[in-house]
């Protein structure tokens, strides 16, 4: 199928690289008006037909302009993350401060801003909006060794989930969290260089995310926006308030 998305804005943060990258790109190809932003503005060059700012998803006051700006929307995904890593032993105040604001409060920030102008498209136009949170198989589905505060944000990210699906319910407003194993992407290419490093080289630690994974692989971005395509679609307009797992078989 195409133009599954024909028709609607759609807001996407962290869409410079990895699965924010995915999720814009593929959106644009499904006939979405795609906003796509970064803290980064350079990592969103090639990013053809999308309307381009960059966005610092920690700052109230920017988030709130920027949703001036954009406007109305149907769609509005939320990317932005940082995987911490270290037990609660490696978890400093500031650690837990700056996880908790990027990971958590940045989607407070961008719903309380976006979605006033939802709710009004929704009702004037007789259709459903769509969030969609980035959470992870590292939260309240699964205990993963050295994410002590990234699970922990990443279980409050499902709880902020089902809280806004739960309040919007009845305004055609949905709610969702996708929730990825280990993604092949630049940030998680990053964690295998700094983790090489203790371990004896790059391969080494490639081979122990690999071997934690049941299909023997780690997955790939298109495939996490693959899922992100049907959330944000009228497919989806019976789904609300859900945690998926989109993960090879980790969490089971």
């Known amino acids: 199928m195409a133009g599954r998305l024909e ?22 190809d499904e006939g979405a008006m795609v906003f796509a932003s970064d803290a980064d503005y350079g990592k969103l060059e090639g990013l053809r037909q999308a309307k381009k ?9 920017d988030v709130e302009a920027y949703a001036g700006q954009v406007g109305e929307i149907d769609i509005l ?15 400093s105040e500031q650690d837990w401060d700056f996880s908790f604001d990027l990971n958590v409060k940045s989607m407070h920030r961008t719903i309380r801003a976006f979605l006033p102008g939802m709710l009004a498209r929704a009702q004037r136009q007789g259709t459903s909006g769509s969030i ?6 590292a939260s309240s589905l699964k205990g993963a060794p ?6 922990a944000t990443k279980a409050a990210v499902i ?32 964690r295998v260089e700094e983790m090489g490093r203790s371990m004896g080289g790059k391969e080494k630690a490639m081979e122990m995310f690999v071997a ?41």
């Open 146 to 151: 050295n994410r002590y505060v990234y699970g």
């Open 53 to 61: 700012a960059r966005l610092d998803v920690l700052s109230s006051k």
């Open 159 to 190: 709880g902020l989930t089902k809280s806004v699906a739960i309040d919007f319910i009845d305004k055609n407003i949905r709610c969702n969290a996708i929730c990825p194993g280990t993604v092949h992407s630049p940030s998680w290419e990053a």
């Open 212 to 252: 934690r994974q049941p299909m023997g692989r780690v997955g790939r971005p298109a495939e996490i926006a693959a899922l992100a395509i049907y959330l944000a679609s009228d497919e989806s307009a019976f789904t609300t308030g859900t945690a998926i797992p989109i993960d090879g078989g980790w969490t089971l």
């Open 77 to 91: 995904v939320n990317v932005a993350g940082f995987v911490h890593h270290g037990t609660v032993l490696d978890c």
């Open 132 to 137: 969609i949170n980035l959470s992870s198989g």
């Open 7 to 28: 028709g609607k804005h759609a807001v996407v943060t962290a869409a410079g690289q990895g699965i924010g990258r995915a999720i814009a790109a593929s959106f644009i």
